[in-house]
């Protein structure tokens, strides 16, 4: 866990551009509309496997979902 | 599986929680979402006060909103398990208790934003917590967040 993370490259002045806009248009839609928009439903095996899971400390949750989740999920420190 | 998460039911826990007086703050992607982010996440992560009280006026609520809460999972919200992950319910929920990066709740309350009622960590709190708990999915997401915080700035600056 105390490895340094690769960092991702800095956004270019385009990709900021872009973003920038993405925000203004979101700023326009009433909140209730943004949450359509946002919330998602996908399966995501293992984590959605079971309806109840507690963990002792924050880290202990970490370590189980590097231990137990697909990487391509994201929730490891590695892909 | 739950269903998507609705603006209703952000409105259900909004009001229970407080009918309750559950102390609590929307924390990771779907705080920032309440403040304009535009992007997409699964779930709702709350961020809890660590006290038995809370703890006891959480499980209250959950019961309310309809979450499946035997007396043991009741115990371990109780108790103050920092982690808790709820997906027994009408919608998936985390609560979290100690989020990585974050000193103390009090202070994260004292730097909330309110937002149609809903009380929601600061875009630092929020970044300061994905930046700390480096997974590949926050990493992914932290440069548009951080450009997301100063397009907020600059809007709260001008009165926006």
Known sequence: MDTEPPSLPEPSPEQLREWELEFEAAARRPLRQRFKYAFIRTYKPVLDDAPFRAFSTTREYREWCERNLPSWLGYGREV | ?160
């Open chain 2, 1 to 160: 599986m739950a269903a998507k998460f609705e603006y209703t039911q952000a409105e259900e826990i909004r009001d229970v929680f407080a009918r309750n007086g559950v102390r609590y703050l929307f924390i990771g992607k779907s705080g920032a979402i309440l403040l304009g982010f535009p992007d997409t996440t699964q779930d709702a992560d709350l961020f809890l006060e660590k006290s038995a009280e809370n703890g006891e006026r959480a499980v209250d609520a959950l019961r309310e909103l309809g979450f499946d809460l035997s007396d043991d999972r009741a115990n371990e919200i109780r108790r103050g398990k920092d982690f808790v992950q709820l997906k027994n319910g009408p919608f998936d929920l985390d609560l979290v208790f100690a989020p990585d990066g974050i000193e103390t709740f009090s202070e994260a309350w004292a730097r909330r934003i309110e937002v149609e009622g809903f009380p929601v960590c600061s875009l630092d709190d929020i970044i300061v917590s994905k930046a700390a708990t480096n997974r590949v999915k926050d990493r992914e997401s932290l440069p548009r967040l951080r450009a997301f915080r100063q397009y907020w700035e600059r809007q709260r600056r001008r009165g926006g």
